[in-house]
């Protein structure tokens, strides 16, 4: 079994800081793809950002140059820097994990609330 813990979400100032972490625990052989998406009220889950095990890293365009995802193997864990943060970034914001076990699966985080006060 896999499991997902996040954390760093909260409330902040427009132009404040925020970082969220992501911890995968369990029968893990590797992690390939790390990522982030979000879901604010009333909208479809979008993807922020992510990346591959080889580094590579795709960004959503609103959140371009702002937000930095940064992964470390050895812990199994991935980061989400959020910078500059602005109103429209307020949603509940889950990790994404592709984790080999014994079969490569998709695996959630449970959410964290980001909160983004004009």
């Known amino acids: 079994q896999v499991q997902l813990v996040e954390s760093g979400g909260g409330l902040v100032q427009a132009g404040g800081s925020l970082r969220l972490s992501c911890a995968a625990s369990?029968?893990?052989?590797?992690?390939?793809?790390m990522g982030w998406y979000r879901q604010a009220p009333g909208k479809q889950r979008e993807l922020v950002a992510s990346m591959t095990s080889g580094g590579s890293t795709n960004y959503a365009v609103s959140v371009k140059g702002r937000f930095t995802i940064s992964r470390d193997n050895a812990k199994n864990t991935v980061y989400l820097q959020m910078n500059t943060l602005k109103p429209e970034d307020t949603a509940v914001y889950y990790c994404?994990?592709?984790?080999?076990?014994?079969?490569?699966?998709?695996?959630w985080g449970q959410g964290t609330q980001v909160t983004v006060s004009s």
């Open positions: 369990g029968r893990i052989f590797s992690v390939n793809t």
């Open positions: 994404n994990l592709v984790i080999t076990s014994l079969t490569s699966l998709a695996y």
